[in-house]
């Protein structure tokens, strides 16, 4: 089993209404990888510059992350700067600097490409492309996009679209690609496009995932301490993704399970900076919380 | 058994980008009422001018509603215009002329005052006051607010408040009345008052009932066509109200089962414009529909 994500590995500059990090570890593929790392062997690719510090490197091995196709290279580490409201639920990006981004051709080491399941994070969609062409047969790929694809490369993505089994998208995002406000029909259109099922990200509300035939709703788990919700969505892929891995159940059952798996794993990540949360996170308390989430959810069926 | 609910029985001009209609009725009384009439007996208390057609107080009466509190005084019946955009969330409110309204006083029949469920639609909180010193010894009362009070008359709507078993209010407006950004301690400042359960609505994303120990949350079902969204929250209410009434279940799981019943009602109701959705609703729609909240929201336990 295993995962492989290819995403960004970063350095972020955040500012909440609780405080501001300059300079702390982020980006997609770090945020992924971590999740899913609490359920599976996880292999990343990504690039750094020469500025991002041995530390990092170790604290992701130490999460027997496999870091093998972590390309360092010449130049800084991709740079992100984002602020949010008092409502936690857009972040305003304030600056971007892509830096050693620039020149990524993801590589996937020969040890990698046998693996059954893949994430593709966030990046240009050619880059997805170029990775989709050197895996060999996966079991399951998923892969996230965002605004400045959708508008700058919309036919590179759909061509991405076509090839993965599954979509991670934000709900803005749905109806930005697809021109349609209503959420059912734009998932409606997005699974037309070849994918099998859709995942719409919905922050603070939650998660709803549609097959051709079929929507499971989770909600987010109502927390009174919100401080960071930076990486909350590549946190809930590599949890959805890192049971699936585990498990390797694919049934509407499994899925829906490593749904809530995936939520659970959003709301720690967004109780601290960075991966702050996730760096003193234990087994026991995803299982506390998936038993919350039942608790959360559950109302007794009538039969009529 | 039976509820009485106290409201608005009004004109509205509604606009969406579906289409436009004139003059239909509308009112928070109107709504919750013919809601809750699919569940128990509805009694309402309302106030309507002279121009208010006697085809709209027969529709009422063969939903069984009893219309014994429903004054006719001289003037003009309330009237509300209002606009969606394509979101459909937010209404942008266009003219509101009271009318007949700015006079009510609110006085319930003989027959009203051993009502055991009461619901205080929103109408200024001085006269959900009045209607709380007219009733005896009801089972269970529940109120409704809007920012419109919740700014101009917030220590009146705070006594209301403390009277009452169960607030239902919209997301917007529990931040606004608490000051907090954050919705787990808004709600929990709210509980704190002095109710004793508070519904959060939050149009398309569904409902969040707390209580000082406990969260349930329901999603909104998710809808290929929404057409027009007023009166969803009424809707809700009276189906929530309506099932209770019905079952007189006030547990944890009967409270869920109704919420569950109210989500139903709202689900049907922004389908069409106006009541028209409501006008030829089937029971067995609901029951239908019920179960497919249950397939939408269920997913399978773990045992650790």
Redesign the interface.
């Known amino acids: 089993m295993g995962i492989v994500v290819v995403g960004t590995v970063a350095f972020d500059t955040v500012e909440t ?1 609780f405080g501001r990090e300059e300079n702390v570890l982020g980006g997609s593929a770090t945020y992924f990888s971590t999740s899913a790392s609490f359920f599976t062997d996880v292999s990343l690719v990504a690039v750094v510059g020469e500025d991002f510090p041995q530390e990092h490197v170790t604290f992701l091995q130490s999460r027997n992350i496999d870091t093998t196709g972590l390309q360092r290279i010449p130049g800084k580490t991709f740079h992100w700067s984002g602020r949010y409201g ?3 639920n857009e972040a305003e990006t304030l600056d971007t600097q892509l830096n050693v981004l620039m020149d990524f051709q993801p590589e996937l080491p020969e040890s990698y490409r046998d693996s059954e399941y893949l994430f593709l994070a966030n990046i240009d969609p050619d880059l997805q492309m170029k990775v989709l062409e050197q895996v060999e047969k996966p079991k399951l790929v998923a892969c996230d996009t965002m605004n400045f694809w959708i508008s700058s490369k919309p036919e590179a993505l759909k061509k991405v679209l076509q090839k993965v089994d599954i979509v991670v998208i934000n709900e803005g995002e749905a109806r930005q690609f697809t021109g349609e ?5 734009a998932a ?1 259109q997005i699974i037309a496009l070849g994918c099998k099922r859709l995942v719409v990200k ?1 922050g ?3 998660v ?1 995932m549609f097959t051709a035939d ?6 987010a788990y ?5 401080f960071d919700p930076t990486g909350a969505g590549d946190t809930f892929a590599g949890g959805f993704m890192g049971y699936l891995a585990n498990t390797g159940d694919l049934s509407e ?1 499994g899925l ?2 490593a ?2 798996f995936g939520s659970v794993m959003a709301s720690f990540n967004v109780e601290d900076f960075s991966l702050n949360r996730m760096k003193r996170l234990q087994y026991k308390e995803i ?1 506390t919380r ?2 919350s989430f ?9 039969s ?1």
Chains 1, 2 share one sequence.
Request: zero cysteines; hydrophobic letters at 45%.
């Open positions: 209404p008092y409502d936690l406000a209503n959420l059912v029909k409606r919905r603070e509300y939650g709803l079929s929507v499971f709703a989770a909600p109502p927390l009174e301490e919100v059952e829906r399970q749904i809530v299982q998936f038993a039942k608790a959360l959810t559950s109302f007794r069926d009538i009529f």
